[in-house]
């Protein structure tokens, strides 16, 4: 059964550091991995997807790679901004592209 | 960007209420949607995968004749928590998505809450 772990579990960063978020899963065949954005008592705002080809997807300042062998995943924001704040989930699709296993998320605050 | 739409996004009611939430898609096809539950500072937990025109499947542990899931639509999926009591209380999500691989997206989910 897979099973996603996401680290740290929150973490505080002054405005404009780069930061990595890190994301792990048990079983390596995955179709695709997606991170997302939670804002507190909203839905979730898909960010990037990979699929299990790919290496690595940009969008604007963030960056998200995969490597399926070790298990890893990560999201790598650049110039963090306070409106940047939010739960940051990563989740992985398996092979049958039916069960989509989420992490339990980072918790990012961002201070001006 | 593919839109989906969740409503209501928050209800109150008594215990032994039904509730219904709806999940549509707004501008592509959701061949798959699926619903989600989410309970404080925790993750999402799968409850059920809905495909147009079939019986949802779902998740163990989730009781299907509590949480009555309906797909009649390409673009419209209802999820009724049928004589909600107060341990029913949570955030539900839903998402749909157009094809297998495809990104999965979601609605703004709907706070629960049963007094």
């Known amino acids: 059964k897979q099973e996603v772990t996401q680290i740290p579990a929150a973490l505080s960063v002054p405005e404009g550091e780069n930061l990595v978020l890190n994301c792990s899963f048990t079983?390596?065949?995955?179709?695709?991995l997606q991170w997302f954005r939670q804002d507190p008592g909203k839905g979730l705002t898909s960010l990037l997807l990979i699929q299990s080809s790919q290496r690595e997807q940009t969008s604007g300042r963030l960056n998200a790679s995969l490597d399926k062998s070790s298990g890893r995943s990560t999201l790598y924001i650049a110039a963090s901004q306070p409106g940047d704040s939010a739960t940051y989930l990563c989740?992985?699709?398996?092979?049958?592209?039916?069960?989509?296993?989420f992490g339990p998320g980072t918790r990012l605050s961002v201070l001006p | 960007g593919a839109v989906v739409s969740q409503h209501p996004s928050r209800v109150i009611c008594k215990s032994g209420t039904s509730v219904k939430i709806e999940c549509r898609s707004l501008d592509f096809q959701a061949t798959t949607m699926f619903w989600y539950r989410q309970f404080p500072k925790q993750s999402l937990m799968l409850m059920a995968t809905?495909?147009?025109?079939?019986?949802?499947?779902?998740e163990q542990g989730v009781e299907k004749d509590k949480f009555l899931i309906n797909h009649a639509s390409l673009t419209l999926s209802t999820l009724t928590v049928t004589s909600a009591h107060p341990e029913d209380s949570s955030f539900y999500i839903c998402s749909a998505r157009q094809g297998i691989g495809q990104p999965q997206h979601f609605g703004d989910g709907t706070r629960l809450s049963i007094l």
């Open positions: 079983d390596s065949a995955i179709y695709n």
């Open positions: 809905s495909n147009e025109g079939s019986k949802a499947t779902y």
């Open positions: 989740a992985g699709l398996d092979n049958y592209g039916q069960n989509f296993v």
